[in-house]
């Protein structure tokens, strides 16, 4: 981009070829880093979506866990008791362990939300480079344009200079023609004078 403003602020260096060649090589870049910004979308996005199944699995553990210490033996009344405290305090277990893994999800997610509003940003930049990018080609395009019409308008000026001067050439030619032949009769004349009178 630098390039390309340093050119269109220095009119004279534009070459047809420099130009084509530059925004060539710009919107192939462009559009490569446009590729990989995908490309680490979609990894992100796999992952993420890797990391809830594997959550779904540890959640289905910890549930299945919790069922069978229901349906643990009856016992006598301190068993019952035991058997309802080791319940509970499963269960608070479980909770407390739902609550930090839910806790991590929302910061992991606040974090690729995150990842994902900068990735819109450089992509919005990417498009902005190339909107740039499609003005500057039709200035370009424009320049080129005016310059070769100009160009055809001077030629065009140039070549009727040309005839009117070619025109005044051979009348001044003929002009000369003129005044050399009548110097020469003039002189003659004085010469046939000046013989006949000695």
Known sequence: LSQLSKLRRSPSLWNGNQAQKLSENVLSS????LQDLSTAFRRSQSDYLNKLKSRDDRIKGYLSMGLQLDEGPVGTMDEFGDNEYQLWEAQR??????LEENTNMVTQREQEINEIVRSIHELNEIFRDVAQ????????VDRIDYNVEHTQIRVEAGLKQLTEARKHQSKDRKMWV???LAVLVVVFGL??????LT
Do not use: P, S
């Open 133 to 140: 990018l499609v003005v500057d080609q039709g200035t370009i």
């Open 93 to 98: 277990q479980r909770r407390g362990l739902l």
């Open 30 to 33: 462009l559009a490569r880093t």
């Open 178 to 180: 003129i005044f050399v």
């Open 191 to 196: 010469l046939l004078i000046v013989t006949k």
